[in-house]
């Protein structure tokens, strides 16, 4: 985790106004400027990047690169880090559209535990992407 002085700017705080309002959901760089920009708000898309990455050191949102096709996305946790706490997650990838939805389930959660049981096998849930058609797809 990044140790240095944090500025508090105001671009710095709607970023986080605007990621806290869209918590448990991911976001691209290209979501938030194009947010921003609807909302004539100047704020600079290399700004963006550095604010997103400072906030990933920072422990406040995850950042996940699902492929080398897709942007990165960044998921607002806050203080919670509900990832660092334990909590498996698993991420499913819609394939036509590209959404990205967080899958939290029991039954998953047994099939890592059995991976490594059985097969010596670690699962890193957080990386791990499911991919086919979300219900808007199908």
């Known amino acids: 985790m990044n140790t240095r002085l944090k500025y508090k700017t105001k671009q710095r705080e709607i970023l986080i106004e ?5 918590q448990g959901k991911h976001i691209t760089a290209s979501d938030v400027y ?3 920009r609807s909302q004539g708000e100047s704020i600079g898309q290399s700004t963006i990047y550095r604010q997103l990455e400072s906030l990933v050191d920072e422990g406040i949102i995850n950042k996940y690169i699902i492929d080398g096709n897709s942007p990165a996305c960044f998921e607002y946790v806050g203080n919670d880090h509900h990832h660092d ?4 997650c698993y991420h499913c990838k819609c394939q036509k559209c590209g959404k990205l939805i967080h899958l939290n389930c029991d039954e998953l ?7 490594f049981k059985d097969h010596r096998f670690k699962l890193d849930p957080i990386r791990t992407v499911f991919y086919g058609l979300c219900e808007n797809c199908i």
């Open 109 to 115: 959660e047994e099939i890592q535990e059995h991976l």
């Open 85 to 88: 706490a334990g909590e498996v």
């Open 18 to 22: 605007y990621l806290e309002k869209f």
């Open 34 to 36: 194009e947010y921003f």
